[in-house]
């Protein structure tokens, strides 16, 4: 039997594939799905790249659902810009004041995916304990909405809001949630898709580590650069995988 070959799917896009940027954000929201990192709940964007001060996010429904079709183009202040109407979810902030705030970030993901929310509720930091997850030696900040806002619903839903959690994040890739979930960026889609899988994946195995009772030694700062320098030139590999796992499920 003669076995399929197959071209590695680009991690890169501009403004003359758009239709190829569709249907790839369709893929990671679909993407995250299936690895447990979104559910019913939580959502994926990416920067329009004929406009940096526009994202690109599905309306409001459930990431699995999504198709190419689904998919809004929101301005900074969150307002569609051919005048869409469709339901737009609570969060929009999130990744608009990201945007906003770190020019170098093109991709954001938030999740509530469930390993991640006790390291925002605990005095123990989110930590690398494999390479996999070396962007994670950039630090993992908690931001916790009570101290800016009081009590509320734990949803980022206006500006001030969203731009508080953008200062927490700061320069670092990933920013926890407490009570809440988490954002994980990237510089590209399929960047930020996999630092949320293995965002994930690093404290299912953290807190496997610190449960076997001794001491845990976790990636130095210079290890988990390297790595994370190293992960910008392979991610043609997990992407063209998970782009063709989604799709055979649906096929």
Known sequence: MTQKSYTPATTTHDAGNLTQLLADLASANHILAHHGVLDGFGHVSVRDPRNPNRFLIAQSMAPELVRPE????????????????????????????????????????HSHSPSVIPFAASSVRLRPIYHMAGFLSNGSPVFDMRHCFGCTDMLVRNSAQGRALAETLGRSDVALMRGHGFVATGPTLPM????????????????????????????????GKAYNETSLSVMERPWTLWKRQVQALRD
């Open 192 to 223: 930020s898709v996999y630092r949320a899988i293995y965002t994930e994946l690093n404290a299912g195995m953290q807190q496997k580590a610190i449960g076997l009772g001794g001491d845990v030694t976790y990636l130095d700062d210079e290890e």
């Open 70 to 109: 689904d998919i809004l183009t929101l301005d900074l202040d969150c307002q569609p810009v051919d005048g869409d109407t469709r339901k737009r979810y609570l969060e929009t902030w999130i990744h608009a004041e990201i945007y906003r705030l770190r020019p170098d970030v093109n991709s954001v993901v």
